[in-house]
């Protein structure tokens, strides 16, 4: 069994304990456990917070060595507390546990996993810990996969080492149909099917880690999502096929601030215009979100597209050099919007759900900036000051 510990369930060496309480109970039930954990409380933020101090742009590289670290204090910590609890133990670092990633720093990817020293060492009767969030690019240098990726390295392990369960303890009670700490009239899911959650957790949903769901969907792994503090029954992600329930109606909400938006007005409006726009964004690993291409008039269209408020600047440096060399007019750039998206399988084929969307989004008086859709999920891009009432308001025109 693989049982992730996420950083508010390390938050103290008494939340520790508690937690080694839990890994002890999973052994003593006769499995072979191996636990990872993420940094202690906000220690991930803190050390995020000394190196702006010391720098202004500090270095990717640096950052995820000293990123590192956090998870280097909880990981030999845990191992620590079981001993104390009688079980035996052993802390490994994310190379040590043999996670080989590519050499994007602060979002590199899994590429391989060489399980050996771990089942060494569960071979031997002891659990091992493993540090989440980290791995080892070429040359031994360490990455990071990105924030909230302790929960890709349980996944992963657990699909290399063909866990019979995952577990992601967490500090709510599972996955609700929205953040309940935004939302108080939230409701807690019994299942969720892999599309959705993925769906929500790429909208904004901080509960999971994006690409952890997209691992247990291609091994066909189920997620345990529940609560550290407390036994419940916690959230099942599964297939879609294994859910009865709710197959016909929107599943959840979620959302996501902090949104800039960058519109290339007046392009001229020919082949290959979009690839010249995107090319040098995705070169400076700049993801662009929701796209929107205005229909072409006099031979001049606009292009339209989102990206986090923290990659807002440099899109605008760049697009700035490009719409110069394509003979666009002029590059405009908005901050202080978020996104908000209604997300179900249910979705599909329903152009009711879009329409009440946005019919509710109307009622309240907000404007909607820009749509996207995909199968699943219907997304609008709203001033950020309008998020809570928007988030409030969808919940409950969709029954949630
Ligand atoms: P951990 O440190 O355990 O990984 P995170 O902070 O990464 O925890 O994720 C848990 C948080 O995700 C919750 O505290 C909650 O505020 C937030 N969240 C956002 N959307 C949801 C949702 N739909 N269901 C549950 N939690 C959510
Ligand atoms: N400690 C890392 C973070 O805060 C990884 C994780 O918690 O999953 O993002
Ligand atoms: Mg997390």
């Known amino acids: 069994m693989v049982q992730k510990f996420g950083g508010t369930s390390l938050g103290s060496p ?3 304990k508690k937690a080694a309480k839990r890994v002890a109970a999973a052994q003593r ?12 409380g906000d220690s991930t933020d803190r050390l995020l917070g000394l190196a702006s101090r010391v720098a202004r742009e500090p270095a990717a ?39 080989q990633t590519d050499q994007r720093h602060a979002k590199a990817r899994i590429v391989g996993l060489t399980p050996a020293r771990i089942q060494r060492e569960l071979a031997a009767g002891r659990v091992v810990v493993v540090a989440g969030f980290q791995g080892m690019g070429l040359e031994m240098e360490v990455t990071t996969l990105g924030r909230g990726g302790s929960d890709t390295t349980a996944v992963a392990l657990a699909a290399s080492l063909k866990a019979q369960a995952c577990e992601i303890f967490t500090d709510v009670d599972g996955i609700y149909t929205v953040d309940p700490r935004f939302v108080p009239a ?21 509960v999971m880690h994006p690409r952890a769901v997209e691992i247990a969907e291609a091994y066909g792994l189920e997620l345990h999502v ?3 503090f407390h036994a419940g029954p916690g959230t099942i992600i599964t297939s879609e096929e294994a859910i009865m329930e709710d197959r016909n109606r929107v599943r959840g909400i979620a959302h996501e601030e902090q949104v800039a938006r960058l519109s290339v007005v007046g392009v001229p409006d020919r082949p290959g215009i979009a690839a010249s726009i995107f090319l040098p964004l995705a070169e400076a690993d700049i993801a662009a979100d929701v796209i929107v291409q205005t229909a072409s008039h006099e031979g001049v269209t606009d292009m339209s597209f989102t990206v986090s408020s923290a990659d807002g600047r440099q899109a605008k440096r760049i697009l700035d ?8 007019r002029t ?70």
């Not at 039930?29 to 202690?40: C, L, T």
């Not at 807690?188 to 901080?206: F, K, V």
């Not at 050099?321 to 666009?328: K, Y």
């Open 321 to 328: 050099s490009v719409a110069q060399e394509i003979g666009a």
């Open 331 to 400: 590059v405009l750039a908005q901050d202080g919007l978020a996104k908000v998206s209604v997300i179900g399988s249910g979705i599909r084929g329903q152009p009711g759900v879009a329409a009440n969307m946005f019919k509710t989004l109307s009622g309240l008086g907000i404007n909607i900036e820009m749509i996207s859709t995909s199968e699943v999920r219907i997304t609008c891009i709203i001033k950020a000051d309008r998020i809570k009432d928007a988030v409030a308001g969808l919940h409950q025109a969709f029954n949630l």
């Open 29 to 40: 039930a006769g499995y072979d456990v191996v636990v990872v954990v993420s940094a202690m």
């Open 186 to 206: 939230a409701r807690l899911l019994t299942h969720i099917a892999y599309p959705e959650m993925l769906e929500l957790a790429s909208a904004g949903a901080r």
């Open 226 to 228: 529940r609560s550290s």
């Open 61 to 99: 590289r640096e950052l995820d060595q000293l990123l590192s670290t956090g998870e280097g204090v909880s990981a030999p910590l845990m191992s620590m507390a079981l001993s104390e609890l009688g079980i035996a133990a052993v802390s490994l670092l994310g190379f040590q546990a043999g996670i």
């Open 14 to 16: 008494a939340r520790i």
